[in-house]
């Protein structure tokens, strides 16, 4: 059994009055201990599927959520507050997509990571941990900084903060929404360096959200290709970047530039992702892909294993070159 599983889940929201699917049959699964990157343009669903799986879409915005959620065996949306709390801090920590909207800006960083800690870790919650824990997210002089208030932080900063407030309750898996796009280069590596160490020294699972293939290829143990969304593509890492079955994430991957490539442009995929409201019918994918044929305007395709750990969501799968 995996550590988190996410099966058939449909997620429809109210925006503007009426309801709007925005995941549709969205298929995951992540072991205890990996690292699992989810990849996909713009647009294409990863923060909704994030948020989702962590349980932390406002009520108010929510319609109807169908499928399930499994976290270590529970079913995430049968919790009680109680097992809430406990899923949000020891099971999953989250470290949002944009940092400002995260912290409190009213509280001093040091006294939100010392309420974390007393909700989590409560023999933890003394100044040393929180010091502690600020140095290793690679904070210089963490007592000065923990009477500081989120505004007087650097955006890279504010975000080693709030991957400090996810890690302090020490959870299960980490969820980090493209963690280091606000950075710069060099606080990019120490930050991945940083997540990745503290990944094996815990144990922890990890789920990535990142446009970064080279990133990918580095760190994750397996990926999911999302796509208007759906998970249109799940396997090992090494299968999807050098062996992608849906033309999807061919088409992604040969969209990415490779050092040494001597053509003048990208290869661009014509089009742009449908957004929710306005997926096309058949498979998603079809106005764009290069394979398609007249049935894939009309029928659904099936999420089917394809190979071993290999899940894929079309019935022309592009086929491996040996
Ligand atoms: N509250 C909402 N109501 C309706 N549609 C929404 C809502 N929130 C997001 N969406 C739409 O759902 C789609 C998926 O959004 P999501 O934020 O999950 O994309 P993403 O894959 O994380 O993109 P990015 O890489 O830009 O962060 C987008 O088209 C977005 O506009
Ligand atoms: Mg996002």
């Known amino acids: 059994m995996s550590l988190l599983e996410v099966d058939q889940l449909s997620v429809d929201l109210v925006a503007q009055g009426a309801p709007v699917r925005v995941l549709d049959r969205v298929e995951l699964a992540i072991d205890a201990g990996q690292v699992h990157a989810l990849v996909g343009e713009s647009g294409s669903g990863k923060s909704l599927t994030a948020l989702s799986v962590a349980r932390l879409l406002p009520d108010t915005l929510t319609r109807r959520v169908a499928g399930t959620v499994r976290f270590d065996g529970e079913d995430v949306y049968g919790l009680d507050p109680?097992?809430?709390?406990?899923?949000?801090?020891?099971?999953?920590?989250?470290?949002?997509?944009?940092?400002?909207?995260?912290?409190?800006?009213v509280m001093r960083i040091g006294t939100q990571i010392r309420?974390?800690?007393?909700?989590?870790?409560?023999?933890?919650?003394?100044?040393?941990?929180?010091?502690?824990?600020?140095?290793?997210?690679?904070?210089p002089s963490p007592d000065i900084r923990a009477r500081q208030y989120p505004h007087e932080l650097s955006g890279g900063m504010q975000q080693r903060v709030m991957l400090a407030l996810a890690l302090s309750a020490q959870p299960r898996l980490l969820i980090a929404?493209?963690?280091?796009?606000?950075?710069?280069?060099?606080?990019?590596a120490q930050v991945l360096d940083l997540i990745q160490s503290l990944q094996r020294e815990l144990g922890m699972a990890v789920l990535l959200i990142t446009h970064n293939f080279g990133l990918v290829g580095e760190i994750a143990d397996r990926v999911?290709?999302?796509?208007?969304?759906?998970?249109?593509?799940?396997g090992p890492v090494s299968a999807v970047l050098n062996a992608p079955r849906h033309p999807y994430t061919a088409a992604l991957?040969?969209?990415v530039p490779r050092l040494g490539d001597v053509r003048e442009s990208l290869v661009v995929i014509p089009g742009t992702v449908p957004s929710p409201g306005h997926w096309?019918?058949?498979?998603?994918?079809?106005?764009r892909c290069s394979r398609a044929t007249p049935g894939c305007a009309t029928d659904q395709p099936a999420w089917r294993e394809i190979a071993p750990e290999s899940w894929v969501r079309c019935p022309y799968p592009v086929e491996v070159q040996s």
């Open 82 to 105: 109680a097992g809430l709390r406990r899923l949000r801090g020891r099971g999953v920590g989250y470290v949002f997509q944009e940092p400002s909207t995260a912290l409190n800006p």
């Open 253 to 255: 991957l040969g969209s």
């Open 280 to 287: 096309p019918g058949g498979c998603r994918f079809h106005p």
């Open 115 to 139: 309420e974390m800690l007393q909700l989590h870790r409560p023999k933890e919650a003394t100044d040393a941990v929180v010091w502690r824990w600020l140095e290793r997210v690679g904070i």
């Open 177 to 188: 929404d493209e963690p280091t796009t606000a950075l710069d280069v060099t606080i990019q």
């Open 224 to 234: 999911s290709v999302m796509y208007a969304g759906q998970v249109v593509e799940r």
